[in-house]
């Protein structure tokens, strides 16, 4: 199955890069730059009373899809939270993903419990945020030696998801900030690190809780845990637009292994031919899309389906897969420090994952404990 041979050939392939940065001496790459995308700019830090009484801020970097789950579960406790982006809400891969969820896909690997729990969460919420892109599939995988079946999955707009996250988090006063996050802003002489702010653009943004979820974009995160280099994998993807409304998930194998999520819109979301692991360097909102790929997805569509030989081509974009050096996401409190905490990593799995992440994150940064799944397959502790 095209998903499942796409993890672990990604598996293999990080961990030998991995292993050639570490040999070269691998110590960070180039910071992003200013550009305007999605999202507005203005630079408050949303308050909101502590237990203490004490205003208290949260600052969450990086508005993906998992800093927006963040944003959105705390919103539900009540708690207001400012999201600072370089590019927009969504406007990497959160927002270019296919939206393809499948509940048992992950068994035997350390996000079973994690994708059991957020795909039952993705019905829940496609309910009460009213998403109309919401809707079961079947799936099944075409390969030169026979056709096989999997199991049922289902497949959202993640666009509509985040916004709709996003729109629930700023009607409860949480904020957004348009800029770069260039470095953090340490307290001198404690033995327990404690983050004070962050520095945007140039200017310092006090904070008293700071959460990094900037995807596959690691130099700020490595400020904090030095050994936690992160990696992307660069797709394209083609939207293209039959106009039938079709119900099934395609996973082929042997042709490059593109994978096809047809949408309720009439369009089908086509995607493969994955780059190779490497430092992101590309900066935030300014991915490259290279003409050369997108054509490849559209030749073997329409080579493979009469479906898409007719069929408009409507977008062409490109994004990258988050991935931790050992392939695990990396979640949880950040070690040695006090009031800094992370949630990254999520590799091929981030829609499906992202809202059983932003609860469990939601009730460790309030609680102390995530109860409604563990986080310890995840805990940052595990690169020291
Ligand atoms: C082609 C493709 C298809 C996919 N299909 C699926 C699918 O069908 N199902 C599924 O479950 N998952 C899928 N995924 C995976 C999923 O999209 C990702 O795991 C998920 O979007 C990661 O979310 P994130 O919030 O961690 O990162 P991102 O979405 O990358 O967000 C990180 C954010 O941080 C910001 N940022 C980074 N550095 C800075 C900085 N210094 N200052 C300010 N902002 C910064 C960026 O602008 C960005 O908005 C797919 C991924 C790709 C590439």
Redesign the pocket.
């Known amino acids: 199955m095209g998903r499942h041979r796409l993890c672990f050939g990604l598996r293999l392939a990080l961990e030998a890069v991995f292993l050639t940065l570490t040999l070269s001496g691998f110590a960070g790459f180039v910071?992003?730059h200013s550009a305007q995308l999605r999202g507005r700019r203005h630079m408050e830090v949303a308050r909101h009373a502590g237990p203490d009484g004490d205003d208290k801020t949260v600052l969450i970097?990086?508005?993906?899809?998992?800093?927006v789950s963040i944003s959105y579960h705390l919103a539900q406790r009540g708690v207001k939270s400012t999201i600072?982006?370089?590019?927009g809400i969504?406007?990497?891969?959160?927002g270019?993903?296919?939206?393809?969820?499948a509940r048992n896909w992950n068994a035997g690997t350390p996000t079973d419990e994690l994708s059991q729990k957020s795909f039952d969460m993705h019905e829940e919420t496609a309910k009460e945020l009213s998403l109309s892109s919401y809707r079961r599939l079947k799936c099944q995988s075409v390969a030169v030696d026979g056709t096989g079946a999997k199991p049922a999955g289902a497949k959202l707009k993640?666009l509509e998801l985040c916004d709709a996250m996003w729109s629930y988090s700023e009607q409860h006063g949480s904020n957004f900030v348009k800029?770069?996050?260039e470095n953090l802003c340490y307290e001198d002489g404690d033995s327990e690190r404690h983050i004070r702010g962050v520095v945007v653009d140039g200017q310092k943004m006090a904070s008293d809780v700071v959460i990094l979820?900037?995807?596959?974009?690691g130099e700020?995160l490595q400020q904090a845990v030095p050994a936690c280099s992160m990696l992307g994998v660069k797709?394209h993807?083609v939207l293209m637009r039959s106009g039938r409304v079709l119900n099934e998930a395609v996973f082929f194998s042997g042709l490059g292994d593109p994978e096809v999520?047809p949408r309720n819109d009439g369009n089908h979301y086509v995607?493969g031919f994955p780059d190779p692991p490497q430092v992101v360097k590309e900066i935030?909102?300014e991915v490259e899309v290279r003409e050369e790929m997108c054509s490849r997805l559209i030749k073997t569509m329409q080579q493979v389906s009469s479906e898409m030989a007719e069929a408009e081509v409507t977008t062409k974009q490109s994004?990258?897969?988050?991935f931790t050096r050992d392939s695990v996401p990396c979640m949880g409190k950040v070690p040695k420090h006090e009031n800094v905490f992370v949630a990254?990593g999520?590799?091929?799995?981030?829609?499906?994952?992202s809202l059983a992440s932003g609860k469990a994150m939601s009730e460790l940064i309030l609680d102390g404990e995530a109860t409604s799944v563990s986080l310890e397959p995840f805990d940052p502790k595990r690169f020291g």
């Open positions: 910071s992003p970097l990086g508005g993906g899809i998992i800093g600072v982006d370089r590019a969504a406007s990497c891969a959160s270019k993903a296919g939206g393809f969820l993640n800029g770069t996050v979820s900037m995807g596959p974009w700020v797709y993807s999520y995607t935030p909102g994004c990258y897969l988050p990254t999520h590799g091929c799995w981030g829609i499906l994952l």
